[in-house]
Every structure is written in C-alpha cells, then in structure tokens.
Nanobody
C-alpha cells in the first residue's frame, strides 16, 4: 500500500532551520505532485508548498515565500522542505501529501511530523 513517511521535525529556536523529508513508497512517485501542509494547534490544516511531478514547478503559501524551499528527488522517491528563518508562527504538525498530476485533490497523506519553534 501507499506510505508517506515524514521525518526531520523537532524543536528549534526562532531564526533557525530545519529540513523535512517525506519518503514515499507504493506509488509511482514521479507521476505525483507532492505537497506540504501544516496544522497548528486550534487551526485548520493549511497549504505550505507544492512541487509538480517532475520538479519543474513549485508554489508556496505567502507566509513562507522566501524562507521555505520545496524540492524532490524522484530517484529516491523523496520530497523535501527546507525551512529557514523559522518563526514561532511556523509551529505546527507538518504533513506531506501526494496528488496524481491530473487530480484536483490529494490522494495520499503522511502521518505528520511536529515542528516547534521557540521564541
């Protein structure tokens, strides 16, 4: 079955950096757009970034533009989220998700990884 497993979360001070990874299995990774979402306590899950199936196109939420970078390695079936200049407002559970390139919705989700940014 399809599995998306996030890693790389943790506790970091404001201004610091973290790199999240999401390893996919059970699907043809190179056929899927990959997204990152986050959910802060008491808030709804929100879009963070997306990269298309071949890595040729990316899009970011306004709140993370210029600070976060999404990338992928199709040979390793892994998508990454490099997070720099972290702020306490970035504290959330971060989820990766896979969307077949013709679908409007995400088909598969990971279990999430906690990111906590202290002030």
């Amino acid at each position: 079955q399809v599995q998306l497993v996030e890693s790389g979360g943790g506790l970091v001070q404001a201004g610091g950096s973290l790199r999240l990874a999401c390893a996919a299995s059970g699907l043809t990774f190179s056929s899927y757009d990959m997204g990152w979402f986050r959910q802060a306590p008491g808030k709804e899950r929100a879009f963070v970034a997306v990269i298309n199936y071949n890595g040729g196109s990316t899009s970011y939420a306004d709140s993370v533009k210029g600070r976060f970078t999404i990338s992928r390695d199709n040979a390793k079936s892994t998508v990454y989220l490099q997070m720099n200049s972290l702020e306490p407002e970035d504290t959330a559970v971060y989820y990766c998700a896979a969307r077949y390139r013709t679908n409007p919705r995400y088909d598969y989700w990971g279990q999430g990884t906690q990111v906590t940014v202290s002030s």
